[in-house]
């Protein structure tokens, strides 16, 4: 059976009073499932970078062990250079054998150097890894917090909410497609999620702009589906508001 335009408007003032309610009850969540979600990529950073952290670590703990063998070597170097120094035939062979043991000298030198930079710099990165963990811990704890409370909002509102959703659904198959369709979009378009709107106080209830008396009549009259001039929202009348407020 074909609609009237009245029934067509109460019907998408219908689904906009349900969808309000649903938005009623996200509004309540608030900006907490965008904040549980930084946080888990706060989290997930900071475990990436500790990783990281504990990888150069760890290279420069082997890269003074090796450092601390090639000094070992070396003293086992030099030490054998220097009894070969009293097997000596002439001054050539006393020459080269003194010339290893000195390149054996400046080795040491070198890996000693590395191991006081490596040093320092382990000591410079340890307190960025202990930074990063307080950092860590911190950001865990906020986020099980904060997990905790989405938790708790949710459970409390999500049988009205699927509820809700349910009655949307089916007030939905009361609303031809072509008009669910420029309901979808005008509420995608606007930040309150207000498609249907009254009008309150001579003016768009959505956007506040006056509306000519003219046009508030032929609204007030439901023979045809008048949209605000301004910000293009559907338009009802007040008096339709209280009826399906008191249906």
């Given amino acids: 059976m074909e609609q009237t335009v009245e029934q067509k408007l109460k019907a998408l003032y219908d689904l906009q009073t349900i969808h309000t309610k649903i938005d009623r009850i ?5 900006e907490l499932p965008m904040e549980v979600a930084d946080l888990e990529d706060d989290v997930a950073g900071l475990e990436t970078r500790i ?7 760890d290279d420069l703990e082997d890269d003074i062990v090796t450092r601390k063998n090639l000094i070992r070597d070396a003293q086992a170097n030099i ?3 220097e009894g070969q120094l009293s097997e000596v035939k002439n001054n050539r062979e006393y020459d080269a054998i003194s ?5 054996q000298g400046l080795d040491i030198q070198v890996s000693e150097k590395k ?8 000591s410079s ?3 960025i890894y202990d ?11 906020d986020l099980e917090a904060k997990k905790e409370e989405l938790g708790t909002i949710t459970a409390e509102t999500e049988k009205e909410e699927n509820e809700l959703t349910a009655q949307a659904e089916a007030a939905k198959q009361n609303i031809e497609e072509r008009l669910l369709t420029a309901y979808s979009r005008l509420r995608g378009n606007a930040k309150n999620g207000l498609a249907v709107v009254t009008i309150q106080r ?19 009259q439901r023979k045809k589906i008048i949209v605000c001039e301004h910000c293009g929202r559907i338009l009802v009348d007040e008096q339709m508001a209280l009826e399906e407020e008191n249906a």
Avoid: H, W
């Fill in 26 to 30: 996200r509004q309540v969540r608030g």
């Fill in 51 to 57: 990783q990281k952290i504990k990888n150069e670590l």
């Fill in 79 to 81: 030490k054998k250079y």
């Fill in 99 to 103: 010339k290893e043991i000195e390149i």
């Fill in 115 to 122: 191991i006081r930079e490596y040093g320092f710099e382990i």
């Fill in 125 to 127: 990165k340890t307190q």
């Fill in 131 to 141: 930074k990063a963990m307080a950092d860590l811990e911190g950001r865990r704890t």
């Fill in 202 to 220: 001579d003016s768009c209830s959505g956007c506040f702009n006056q509306i000519p008396p003219q046009r508030q009549a032929d609204i007030r």
